[in-house]
């Protein structure tokens, strides 16, 4: 298992149209949609100066709200552990903590609920879609239906993932899957037997996107789409992403410096 050191987890909380309220004095519970895109850079999407088409996140932001201060935990897990107990994640022992047994293997204590457990009470149906990277099970934490990618660095033929916490079969190579479209495939599927099964309750759905965790692999249209764009050069892409951000008054007044050290400049390579 690979251990993600990029930046940051962006993620999108959308509430969306809540069903009908069945008492005149009770408000209506609203349906939660968070989607989570692992170690994505705060500039990535579109609606953030990125050189990516990604029209459906940009007309989410044109119709809502876009945050422009911005924090992250620097890894994954304890993300996760941020957005799905509303805790610090050294509070909760996913991220380290001296003396006690924590970061990527660490467990949560016994009050640390994960939000399907505390929304189970108030009538939600929980789904969750994607990578876990969290202590325990989908389902052992209040999930009524999981796909959990496990397999992390493998986008086309992941070895290890599960349905509703059971092992499913090696995805072959010339399957078609590709982690993005299984991860949203399965999100829809829920949201579908939830609207057919379950229509007067309001639902939690946790859609967490493995890409663009390394190794960075897409479709083959995907590269052939973007290859000229990215033959400019790392520093050519970040300086138009930064007149694209001044542009949309995001981002601050200055562009930190380049630190070598630490790994750029990148060369694109074949996989």
Not at 44 to 58: F, H, K, M, V
Not at 261 to 269: I, Q, S, V, W
């Amino acid at each position: 298992m690979s251990t993600c050191v990029r930046l940051v987890v962006p993620f999108v909380i959308l509430g969306l149209t809540p069903p009908a309220a069945t008492h005149a004095a009770e408000p209506a519970k609203p349906n939660v949609l968070i989607i989570l895109a692992d170690d994505m850079g705060f500039s990535d999407a579109g609606c953030y100066g990125g050189e990516i088409a990604t029209p459906n996140l940009d007309a989410l932001a044109k119709s809502g709200l876009r945050f422009t201060q911005f924090y992250n935990t620097a890894r994954c897990w304890p993300t996760r552990a941020c957005v799905l107990t509303g805790y610090y994640a050294q509070q909760v022992r996913r991220d380290t903590v001296a003396g006690v047994k924590s970061g990527g293997q660490g467990t949560r204590p016994p009050w640390a609920k994960l939000l399907p457990e505390m929304l189970n009470p108030l009538g939600y149906r929980s789904y969750h879609s994607g990578k876990w990277h969290v202590d325990g099970k989908p389902l052992q934490n209040g999930f009524d239906h999981s796909y959990s990618l496990d397999d992390h660095d493998r986008h086309f033929t992941p070895r290890k993932h599960t349905e509703d916490d059971k092992p499913l079969p090696t995805v072959e190579a010339k399957a078609g899957y590709y982690s993005s479209t299984a991860i949203a495939d399965h999100a829809i599927k829920c949201l579908k037997e939830h609207t057919e099964k379950h229509t007067g309750k309001p639902f939690f759905s946790f859609v967490a996107f493995t890409a663009p965790h390394f190794p960075l692999q897409a479709p083959t249209e995907d590269i052939a789409k973007y290859r000229k764009t990215y033959l400019a050069g790392w520093e050519s892409l970040r300086d138009d992403r930064w007149k694209r951000l001044q542009e949309l008054k995001l981002g601050g007044s200055t562009l930190s410096k380049i630190e070598r050290d630490l790994g750029p400049p990148y060369a694109f390579r074949r996989r």
